[in-house]
């Protein structure tokens, strides 16, 4: 998904990439993609203080809740967190401390009234930064017949 995107991307262009799982299974996925550092869900999730101990220059976030809260609380100086998913949840258990005192910015990411223009751009730069093996590690091909099995097996 996005995520999975995020991080191929993130890594062809450069930097270096931390995604969070919670299935050990995925881990050689992630790293395949261009992961260099594994963290547990469960640790991303835990409730934290409204500032931690700086870790990243920015983040995206397709969870929300206690796990953007942490993303936030520990994205350095002037970082940018891009959030645009409500999985684990819709509410967001911070502080403005974060914004005030560390300049952080959490900019929402909305799929459905992006102008045109704007969604063309995006597009041309997946074209461009997505490293062509990547969709074939997201994604795969099946047929009719096997979607039920393919939606029970994603629900597992």
Not at 24 to 32: C, D, P
Not at 127 to 149: C, H, K, Y
């Amino acid at each position: 998904g996005v995520g999975s995107v995020a991080v191929a991307i993130l890594s062809q262009l450069g930097y270096t990439v931390a995604a969070v799982t919670g299935r050990e299974s995925t881990h050689e996925y992630l790293r395949g993609l261009g992961a260099s550092e594994l963290l547990s869900r469960a640790e991303m999730a835990e409730p934290c203080r409204p500032l931690e101990k700086q870790r990243w220059a920015g983040g995206i976030d397709t969870v929300g809740d206690t796990m953007l809260a942490r993303v936030l609380a520990e994205t350095d100086y002037r970082g940018t967190v891009a959030a645009c998913g409500l999985a684990g949840g819709y509410k967001l258990p911070t502080t403005v401390m974060p914004f005030i005192l560390r300049n952080v910015r959490l900019q929402g990411v909305d799929s459905v009234m992006c102008p045109v223009d704007i969604r063309t751009q995006a597009w041309n730069r997946l074209l461009t930064d997505l490293p062509d093996n990547a969709l074939g590690e997201i994604s795969s091909v099946i047929g009719l017949a096997e979607l039920p099995q393919a939606a029970a097996d994603i629900v597992a």
